[in-house]
């Protein structure tokens, strides 16, 4: 089974598109891959590396979308949401009420992909402050098929979006994906309890389910699924497990589906409200933060 990034993915699909497709302009601050050096290389007229300046990356690159581009902006997780989230605010959410633009905010580095820079690197907080703003669709994806099925919907839909990629090579967790715009994949049918799951957390939670008899949901839109066809999905099921990496009830994937499944009893799990500073494996901040294998398990075994 291959293993790939997402973004070298989502990149080399993207810059196979702008061979026909003259509208597409990609910024970076100061941050780039062996695809990204290719796309400067061959479309030095649409490519724009603004340095490390990811205020700067946000206002470039409405100029340009509201020039009618379709703008692709890409720095790290952490910082192209947090060191210049008023001018998303401002710039983006409040402006494409009233004009039309086509931003992609690209972040790569979700959750603790970046689990050995510590707290500086570590991206918990983006699903929350990203999916409280207006006209932003979130998009969390778990491997590279889901990545480079969005590279599309990215050029069709004239708006706002948040696309959070994780920093580590994955497997694909499906041979294709079918009902892509659902906004959300059934990746095992069960029967005694489901878990919805996004980004690295389904990578994580496809290993442990195949011991049990549950259902698992990888939620890759946080804010724009269909969720008459999730509840659909659901209607037998009265028990759900969110998990997330992200901190918990602090309105990321788990506040999405305690809002939307009221009938359903339901446990969050995620980071709890506090930073780590111990350095080591993935594995080891998630046994730190009550989201390791064991902590997972023991929660399922509660419930079945």
Not at 120 to 132: A, F, Q, R, V, Y
Not at 143 to 156: F, K, P, S, W
Not at 189 to 211: F, P, W
Not at 238 to 252: L, M, R, Y
Request: negative net charge.
């Amino acid at each position: 089974m291959q293993i790939k990034a997402m973004r070298d993915v989502f990149l080399q699909s993207l810059y196979e598109k702008m061979e026909t497709n003259k509208k597409i302009f990609f910024v970076t601050a100061d941050f780039g891959s062996p695809i990204l050096d290719k796309i400067r290389e061959d479309y030095p007229n649409r490519f724009i590396n603004v340095g490390i300046a990811e205020q700067n990356l946000v206002n470039v690159a409405t100029g340009l979308a509201l020039e009618g581009f379709i703008v692709y902006a890409y720095a790290i997780a952490p910082f192209i949401t947090m060191r210049c989230y008023e001018q998303i605010r401002v710039n983006v959410s409040v402006l494409s009420h009233v004009r039309p633009m086509n931003i992609n905010l690209i972040g790569v580095g979700a959750g603790v992909s970046y689990a050995m820079s510590g707290p500086t690197h570590h991206c918990l907080e983006d699903l929350s402050i990203m999916k409280t703003l207006p006209n932003m669709e979130v998009f969390s994806p778990s491997d590279y098929m889901t990545a480079e099925a969005y590279v599309e919907r990215t050029l069709a839909i004239k708006k706002p979006k948040y696309i959070r990629f994780d920093a580590k090579p994955m497997i694909a967790l499906e041979d294709e994906i079918q009902d892509f715009d659902n906004g959300f994949r059934v990746l095992q049918n069960g029967k005694k309890l489901a878990i919805i799951s996004t980004g690295y957390m389904s990578q994580k939670a496809m290993e442990i389910v195949k011991d049990f008899d549950i259902t698992l949901i990888d939620l890759y839109f946080l804010n724009n699924y269909d969720k008459s066809k999730l509840k659909n999905a659901l209607k037998d099921i009265d028990n759900i497990i969110t998990i997330e990496e992200a901190f918990k009830s602090c309105g990321g994937l788990d506040a999405e589906i305690n809002f939307n499944f009221k009938d359903k009893k339901i446990i969050n799990l995620g980071f709890e409200k506090k930073y780590t500073f111990e350095i080591g494996s993935r594995e080891f901040v998630h046994e730190e933060n009550g989201i390791g294998v064991d902590d997972i398990i023991n929660e399922i075994k509660k419930v079945i």
